[in-house]
């Protein structure tokens, strides 16, 4: 089955850029398209990017998203950190084994 | 504006049966699925699968089969999680999610249902 690998956790001050992996194992990552999610404690995950890198309205433009096919990885790019993006990064693909939503296992992303 | 509530929590004891509600409001509610999601304490997302609002026709994912219902209410946009025989492993806050209008991806989210199993 088709699974995506996330970093347990990163850190960085703020001002500067962090970037969160998310590895597909056992199918492409480009063969669908991959969300990012964003959670407080505590809260129900936002959507910060869909469809590789699409941002939803009220989402900075400090966030960013892309697909490597060589690495078969997508990637999330906060830059300009803010104390405020302190929370955990989910990945969300689909399985086209089994139609399954699939989520990354998480990044907590620390700002300090 | 689309909004899903979802019903309080719970403490339930190991073997007993709980049913979580979430209520669709802001669009028609017979026009997108309505999926459920468990986050263990700790834990990360888990998709635990569908139902289709037009017809009831639920989806689930491997791990979900047998101890889990999905329903609905069409009448009164209600959607409904039964978990039966409850262990403590289930502890976990649930939550049921929709659909982006233009793609297939949760971004409608309930505000989440704590749902505890203890003796």
């Known amino acids: 089955n088709f699974m995506l690998t996330q970093p347990h956790s990163v850190s960085e001050s703020p001002g500067e850029t962090v970037t969160i992996s998310c590895t597909g194992t056992s199918g492409s990552i480009a063969s669908n398209y991959v969300q990012w999610y964003q959670q407080r404690p505590g809260s129900a995950p936002t959507t910060v990017i869909y469809e590789d890198n699409q941002r939803p309205s009220g989402v900075p433009d400090r966030f960013s998203g892309s697909i490597d096919r060589s690495s078969n990885s997508a990637s999330l790019t906060i830059s300009g950190l803010k104390t405020e993006d302190e929370a955990d990064y989910y990945c969300?693909?689909?399985?086209?084994?089994?139609?399954?939503?699939?989520f990354g296992g998480g990044t907590k992303l620390t700002v300090l | 504006q689309v909004h899903l509530v979802q019903s309080g929590s719970e403490l339930k004891k190991p073997g007993a049966s709980v049913m979580l509600s979430c209520k669709a409001s802001g669009y028609t509610f017979t026009t997108f699925a309505i999926h459920w999601l468990r986050q263990a304490p700790g834990q990360g997302l888990e998709w635990m699968g569908w139902?289709?609002?037009?017809?009831?026709?639920?989806t689930f994912a491997q791990a979900f089969t047998g101890r889990f219902v999905f329903s609905l209410d069409t009448s009164v946009s209600m959607a409904y999680l039964r978990i039966s025989s409850l262990k403590p492993e289930d502890t976990a806050v649930y939550y049921c999610a929709r659909v982006y209008p233009s793609g297939s991806f949760p971004h409608y989210w309930g505000q989440g249902t704590l749902v505890t199993v203890s003796s």
């Open positions: 139902i289709n609002t037009k017809t009831g026709n639920p």
């Open positions: 969300q693909s689909y399985d086209n084994s089994n139609y399954n939503w699939v």
